[in-house]
Structures are given as structure tokens and as C-alpha cells.
């Protein structure tokens, strides 16, 4: 089979397209034929080198968590699913197991291939809802996860003010959309040419990436940029009583923010305590959670891809499809 490979640390530039022998699944494994695939920033960080320590590779190593597709072989003891079956998910590579969720970890052998393998029993892949097309259901899935995590631990009441930093981005573009159904009062950073998407996503206003142009006295911050040790400029805009929520690394500390009356949230649900994909695919196929797509490829280009999402300004998810 034709896939994304990696053979070695070093950025994304280095990455091929090459032929792999097809992986086999095993007890409680899932063969799913690829229909589609999205970048994410393990994609890119994982082989940089950057979580050596913690997460080694092995190579050669496909990339890639999102996927939508048609499982084509079931291991033994598999009830849930069928050969034939249309599905969707988010599998983090086998090298994360320890990062993984605790009682039923999502793990693959990469998604940006014509052919993966995944874990059957885990709440993070479920079958595609009819409503919901194959390429918008591979660019939902660690956004979509994202967004509800970050709305369920908010608790955003009607009429708050939520500062969104990083808005253009594929889960800022899930959560924009949550937040106005949510009645909130959405401020988000974007680009000038990204500003009418925001609004018609449901943003109320847009402003600019530099500090400077952050508001006061908001009731809820999320930032799905910044790094997390890098938000006192976030926490600033912030009034006192308020929340402020981060999804990036490192984990942050309450003391990093300069900030003890504005309660620090990382939120970052490995075991989908707050809601799995069958609940991204019902919000999808419902039309409240859309996808943002800003970029499709072929396969032969997954490589470029990965560049592009290191290297660019994107907007919404990269999709490549097989």
C-alpha cells in the first residue's frame, strides 16, 4: 500500500510517499481501508523529535490520527463493528500508548495510508452518520472531540464574553460555532481574510493576534495556540472570577499566568469522559458542529500537506484524500 512515511527525526519536509506492506490486524483490531485523512500537530511534532524522551519511534512511521472510512477485515472477539462498515475516528500512533487514555486507548498504525489498523473498543471511533460526508468526517474528529471538552469544562452561560484566541485554526473553527449556539458573546483572533468566515461561523467580532488588540474584563479565554507557559497577555484580558482554558503544552501552572483569581483549565480528555465520536457524528449530522475544510490533497501529496500545516497560516482542517 501506498503511504505518508517517515524514516527518520527531522521536520516535515523530509517525509515520502512510499509503499508499505499492509498492517494486519489483531484480537480486538479493526482493518480499515483509508478514505480520507486530516493533519493534526502530533503529524509533525511527533517526528520532529520534539517527545523523543517520552514517545520514541519506531521507523519507518506513517503519521496520522483523523480518518474516515470502510472496515475491510475484523479481528477475533470484535462484536461492535462489521467488514463493510462506514467509519470515522481519531487513533493516536502506537508510541503514545502511555500518553493514551487509561481503560480503552484509540492507538493506529497512521492514518495517512491507503490501508490502517485500529483498536475496536474505544469510544473515540464510531460508524459514520449517513448526514455526514466522508471528507468532513475526517477533519471533525480531534477537533470535534476538542470543542465539546473545552465547552463542557467552560460552562458558558448566555451573554458571557469568551475571547477565543487562535480561532482559525481546525478547533477554533469547531468551537466558534458551539460558543454562539451557546449565546455567547465571541471575540475572536483572525486574519483579515479570515474575518468573514469567523463571522459567518458565528463570531461577533474579530481582532488581531498581537496583544495589544485583546480586550479587557472577559468572562472565559481559550487558547488553542499559545503556548500554555506563554499566556499572561491571555490571562491579562481575563476579569477577576473569570476562566481560562488551554489545550496546548506544556501543562500550565497557575503561577505562569500571574494570575490567582482567573481559574487555569487544561483541557485535554484522553479517555472520553466528556463525550466520544458518536457524539461529534450526532452534533455533525445534526449541522451544528460543521467542518472547515481549507485545503484538500491527494495522497501522493499527504507529504506536502504536512508541510504546508507546519509552515502555513491555515485555516480549518487539511484533508488528504486517498
Aim: aromatic share 6%.
Amino acid at each position: 500500500m501506498k503511504a505518508v512515511v517517515v524514516t527518520g527525526y527531522g521536520p516535515p519536509e523530509t517525509y515520502t510517499v512510499a509503499d508499505v506492506p499492509v498492517p494486519r490486524p489483531g484480537p480486538g483490531q479493526l482493518l480499515v481501508r483509508i478514505a480520507a485523512a486530516s493533519i493534526n500537530p502530533a503529524d509533525v511534532r511527533l517526528p520532529s523529535g520534539a517527545f523523543h524522551d517520552v514517545a520514541p519511534l519506531e521507523f519507518p512511521h506513517v503519521p496520522g490520527n483523523d480518518f474516515a472510512g470502510t472496515v475491510t477485515e475484523v479481528g477475533a472477539g470484535v462484536t461492535g463493528y462489521q467488514v463493510g462498515d462506514e467509519i470515522f475516528g481519531q487513533a493516536v500512533p502506537r508510541a503514545l500508548r502511555a500518553m493514551a487514555g487509561v481503560n480503552r486507548p484509540s492507538l493506529s498504525t497512521g492514518s495517512l495510508a491507503e490501508y490502517a489498523v485500529f483498536e475496536a473498543d474505544t469510544p473515540f471511533l464510531a460508524h459514520r452518520p449517513p448526514g455526514l460526508g466522508i471528507e468532513q468526517a475526517a477533519a471533525l474528529p480531534t477537533v470535534g472531540l476538542t470543542a465539546r471538552a473545552l465547552m463542557a469544562t467552560a460552562n458558558v452561560r448566555p451573554g458571557e464574553t469568551v475571547l477565543v484566541i487562535g480561532a482559525t485554526g481546525g478547533v477554533g473553527t469547531a468551537v466558534v460555532p458551539l460558543l454562539a449556539e451557546a449565546k455567547a458573546r465571541v471575540i475572536a483572533t483572525a486574519t483579515a481574510a479570515d474575518a468573514d468566515l469567523l463571522r459567518a461561523l458565528g463570531a461577533d467580532q474579530t481582532i488581531g493576534y498581537a496583544e495589544a488588540e485583546y480586550p479587557s474584563g472577559v468572562d472565559v479565554a481559550f487558547n488553542l495556540t499559545l503556548p500554555s507557559d506563554q499566556l499572561t497577555g491571555v490571562a491579562r484580558a481575563v476579569r477577576s472570577g473569570g476562566r481560562l482554558l488551554t489545550i496546548t503544552y506544556p501543562v500550565p501552572q497557575q503561577e505562569w499566568i500571574g494570575r490567582d483569581d482567573v481559574a487555569l483549565h487544561f483541557v485535554l480528555d484522553m479517555d472520553g469522559t466528556l463525550g466520544g465520536m458518536r457524539e461529534v457524528g450526532e452534533l455533525a449530522a445534526a449541522g451544528r458542529l460543521p467542518a472547515t475544510i481549507g485545503r484538500r490533497y491527494t495522497l501522493d501529496e499527504g507529504g506536502q500537506a504536512c508541510v504546508d500545516f507546519a509552515r502555513e497560516h491555515t485555516t480549518g482542517k487539511l484533508v488528504v484524500a486517498m
